[in-house]
């Protein structure tokens, strides 16, 4: 079934008045159209700049786009009366890179996990305790850790904290921006295994952004190639494309021996 839609976004951010005459500034977004069904990860890859960290906060109703819709389990999510648009915000999550400055450092743990719960539950505080323990034990983390305050933590420990923060309602999706990106590669492998683990059991659907095709392609079903604020293309099952934008992106990829690098640079 079909989660999110997302139809004819464009985005354009005032410009200085002295460089762009009204009307004429560059879109960051441009028709952008796409679907995305439950439980399903969808990879959009992009350079720096093509404008998917900008559609990624139009999605999370962060940012309004200038013109188009958008869809969540079939309600338009910026014409939704408040009560609705409070139980979209429940389903749909999101995952930041840089994991530190998204804590307010002087909270524990256990009180970041417990503020979804004070906000939209009516918990008790043995009951709020127990869902913490659970997220914890979710995204392995020892509970003894609650108390401990996000500095004290590894960058690999508060990625863990941030997706069981985003996990706390039980969302529908997650927008995981860059999510694994400021992490190393063997760390980066292990918060992989995590989300997808938690994806099965939890039948979630990810918005998987990012600039790392070999990452992206390792998570998503799909992977939809972005350029300029536009789609400009979706990559094959088997990995094939024809957008020089794609050819960019694997352009990218470091080879894993000198001699990987001829086969890599062959024409697709
Ligand atoms: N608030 C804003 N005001 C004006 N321009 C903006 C604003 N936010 C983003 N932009 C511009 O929109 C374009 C797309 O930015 P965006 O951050 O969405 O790209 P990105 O693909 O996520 O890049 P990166 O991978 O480097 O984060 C850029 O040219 C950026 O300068």
Redo the contacts with the bound molecule.
Sequence with gaps: MTLLEVKNIEKY?AQRPFLFKRGQEAP?LENVTFSLQEGECLGIV?Q???????LGRIILGIERPTNGELIFQGVNLYEAPSKEKKMIRRNLQAVFQNSYHSFNPKQTIFEILEEPFLNFEHFSKAERQQKVRELLDCVELEWAMAQNYSSQLSGGQQQRVNIARALALKPKLIVLDEAISSLDMILQKTIIELLQRLQKELQLAYLFIS?DLQATRFMSDRILVMQHGQLVEEIGKDGTYQHPASQALYNAILPSHPRERKKKDRPN
């Design positions: 951010y960051v992009g720096s700049g093509s404008g998917k960290s900008t600039h």
